[in-house]
């Protein structure tokens, strides 16, 4: 049930559902399915799109497994418990940051290493991997830099928002939303995006705390874009999506995952790019049966089908944004059924969007949006793969017959790999990125794609293979991989990483920066 991009006024409940999808997810979750996939490498399918009949053959109902998928939490300790799959190494959780107790706001301060290096990432000839920042930030989400590129802007999970100097390692507090933030499992402060035409002008997307009651497990929490202006009394705050006073929700979320995601602008500098997920439960197969604390119409498909764009909400989607914060601002959802577009990017030149879609039970992919409307098949697809828990769900405005026996019309991936298949032909040859430490292929509960992002031609010391390339990192796996569209086959980049890539982005001199949640530092990788 694909459709074209449907135009929505400004704030109004239409919107209200880009969030739900953010999954590097809040829990480990320890159970196996039954069945596992074969450890081989993934190969394309020959194929744009799904048919029906492959839906039609699967609507009897299945057992009900809890998600195998390993997700890490990136608020609790078991996230600095995650076990090293490629190295025993690193099978050490690493040291936790030493935070400053207290910054306020406007203070700057050092933030050098303070502890002995990890081991260098294994990485191509003649590339480099150093620490830019690190003892001050705690537990960054999300990278931007100015226009000039002398200075990259933190957001941290919890709220803070650091500005930081790119020729010395001082970051000066410049925001702290900490009391606006719900930070807790995957929801906090997770999106940002200085405006490319004004440095004093930053984006933020950030999950709010429920109404009443502590922000913590299952309970009702919202999504907030904001504007942050920089000024000499301080940073003020406009609320844009949803506006200040507005008695709408642009984002509704129950559960502790698959909320709000990235902000990417567009070509032109004055578009906005905002993604979230379904809103669903993480762990088990959700069609609006568990609850109905968002309130959405019984009427109409809920949990997970969220995502395909019939309910009043804008989850599992993303929306383009143009003229934020304006009098002319309007809206548009531009893709759907993504389950967790946690992060994604724009190939530069282009609006063109690549998607890291967080996966359940077998795939991860890269979905690629060309033009407005497509719709990217969860909960009915999964990957290359039709969803057998949802084939039966039920479709409450027709009469309880399966939603996914009727669905048409979504788009295949770009590129996907199964939980239990290596990334690309390096990783098998080496039995790295993912590799069980007793060998025998990747260990299914050890994937996510957490990162995404494109290097430009502006570098003038990386080989020419490794510019206008797309790259994507995995927390668990500790990978990167990069490949360069249309060209769909991937070949790693980095592995052996010492946390955890949750943000990817080219900055000064092209190099490729990123955040990493696991060891709270922002890193830059360097070719000479």
Request: one cysteine or more.
């Amino acid at each position: 049930m694909s459709r074209g991009f449907r135009e929505v006024a400004c704030g109004g409940r239409e919107l209200a559902a880009i969030a739900r999808r953010q999954s590097y997810h809040s829990t480990i979750h320890n159970s196996r399915i039954a069945m596992r996939l074969q450890q081989s490498l993934v190969v394309r399918p020959p194929v744009s799109s799904y048919s029906t009949r492959e839906l039609e053959d699967k609507v009897t109902p299945r057992i009900i497994w809890r998600a195998t998928q390993t997700r890490v939490m990136v608020v609790l300790a078991a996230l600095l418990m995650v076990v090293r799959f490629s190295d025993a190494a690193h099978a050490r959780p690493p040291e936790p940051p030493a935070v400053p107790g207290s910054v306020a706001v406007g203070q700057s301060i050092t933030c050098q290493p303070t502890s002995t290096p990890r081991p260098q990432p294994i990485l191509p000839k003649g590339f480099t991997e150093r620490v830019m920042y690190s003892g001050c930030l705690n537990q960054p989400t999300a990278i931007s830099f100015n226009s000039s590129q002398t200075r990259v802007f933190v957001a941290e999970k919890g709220g803070r928002i650091w500005n930081c100097d790119l020729s010395t390692p001082t970051c000066t507090l410049i925001a702290d939303l900490s009391s606006e933030v719900c930070n807790d499992g995957d929801r906090g402060l997770l999106g940002l995006a200085v405006d490319p035409l004004n440095d004093g002008k930053i984006y933020v997307l950030y999950t709010t705390p429920p109404a009443t009651g502590a922000c913590s497990g299952n309970v009702v929490t919202h999504g907030q874009l904001s504007l942050l202006t920089a000024s000499g009394a301080g940073t003020g705050e406009t609320k844009i999506l949803p506006p200040a006073g507005s008695g709408n929700q642009t984002w509704c979320f129950f559960y502790g995952s698959h909320s709000i995601g990235g902000l990417v602008f567009g070509s032109d500098n004055r578009t906005l790019y905002v993604s979230a997920g379904d809103g669903a439960s993480f762990d088990q197969v959700d069609y609006g049966q568990l609850d109905t604390a968002c309130g959405d119409r019984t009427n109409l498909p809920q949990g997970a089908f969220r995502s395909q764009g019939v309910s009043p909400y804008s989850d599992g989607a993303i929306l383009r944004i143009t003229n934020p914060g304006t009098t002319t601002q309007s809206v548009a959802v531009v893709a759907q059924g993504l389950r967790n577009p946690f992060r994604f990017a724009r190939l530069p030149g282009t609006d063109e969007l690549y998607i890291g879609n967080v996966g359940w039970n077998s795939w991860e992919a890269i979905d690629h949006v060309t033009v407005a409307g497509q719709d990217f098949g969860w909960p009915c697809y999964e990957g290359w793969s039709p969803s057998n828990n949802f084939a039966a769900a039920p479709e409450p405005d027709y009469q309880n017959t399966g939603y996914c026996g009727k669905f048409v019309g979504a788009t295949a991936p770009f590129f996907a790999y199964a939980h239990t298949s290596y990334v690309s032909v390096d990783d098998s040859h080496g039995k790295t990125c993912g590799a069980k430490p007793s060998g025998g292929g990747p260990d299914q509960n050890g994937s996510v794609i957490s990162a995404i992002g494109f290097t430009d031609d502006t570098s003038t010391t990386y080989p020419a293979q490794f510019k206008n390339a797309l790259y994507f990192g995995d927390l668990l796996r500790q990978c990167i991989w990069t490949m360069q569209p249309p060209n769909n086959v991937p070949q790693t980049f980095a592995k052996g990483l010492p946390g955890g890539p949750v943000d990817l982005k080219a900055g000064q001199d092209g190099d490729l920066f990123y955040a990493d949640l696991v060891t709270s530092t922002i890193r830059r990788i360097t070719h000479k």
